[in-house]
């Protein structure tokens, strides 16, 4: 049974870029979140997405999207980069909103 | 939100017990406490999860007062692969997960 996965592993872009990310949650999880992670600090929450709809969202800007497919897999775009965007982006799903997260590995996103 | 306070960081030796404790004065009622484990530019790991009293499992402890305002995360006999953070969790409905700066463990041998 595969775990968490997300695409790709590593990314480089340039300021004013956008960028997609994707995620696929453990089998049998309907519910994934996505977490923001610069280097030296702990995983910040962006927002969760449950039935194809955002359910919560951090304090992020709206240059920080989401869509959840029906097959529960997930993406988060963000626009108009920033250097501060450099960080490492974490996926993780659970069954529900109650249920114990399960992260992936990680996308790294670089922004030159 | 339930705000954690843990140490910031943490050095032991091979097959040493650690106990990692971390503060949540804030829980509320229907809260439970997670820890999770996370290596250099990997995603956190499941640990632990509890809401009251001891819960254990192959890899760890965790111990909750009656008063749940705080929980110790238990390491029996670690190794240098324990090496990592650590963050401990109050997961309120699971909608908005907070995550505090964690726990570096260094294990020397």
């Known amino acids: 049974d595969a775990g968490v996965t997300q695409s790709p592993t590593h990314l480089i872009k340039t300021r004013g870029q956008q960028v997609t990310l994707r995620c696929s949650p453990k089998?049998?999880?309907?519910?994934v979140s996505w977490y923001q992670q610069a280097l030296g600090q702990g995983p910040q929450f962006i927002f969760q997405y449950y039935e194809e709809e955002e359910r919560q969202r951090g304090n992020f800007p709206d240059r920080f999207s989401g869509h959840q497919f029906p097959n529960y897999s997930s993406e988060l775009n963000v626009n108009a980069l920033l250097l501060g965007d450099s960080a490492l982006y974490l996926c993780?799903?659970?069954?529900?909103?109650?249920?114990?997260?399960?992260f992936g590995p990680g996308t790294r996103l670089t922004v030159l | 939100l339930a705000k954690t306070t843990q140490p910031i960081s943490m050095d032991s030796y091979e097959g040493q017990e650690v106990n990692i404790t971390c503060s949540h004065n804030?829980?509320?009622?229907?809260?439970?406490i997670t820890w999770y484990q996370q290596f250099p530019s990997q995603g956190p790991r499941f640990i632990i999860q509890?809401?009251?009293t001891k819960v254990t499992n192959e890899v760890a402890s965790l111990f909750i007062p009656a008063d749940r305002k705080s929980s110790t995360l238990s390491l029996p006999r670690v190794s240098l692969s324990d090496t990592a953070v650590y963050y401990c969790l109050v997961v309120s409905g699971g909608f908005k997960t907070i995550f505090g700066a964690g726990t570096r463990l260094f294990v020397k041998a």
């Open positions: 993780a799903s659970s069954k529900d909103s109650f249920d114990t997260q399960y």
């Open positions: 089998s049998g999880h309907d519910t």
């Open positions: 509890g809401y009251k």
């Open positions: 804030n829980i509320a009622t229907n809260d439970y």
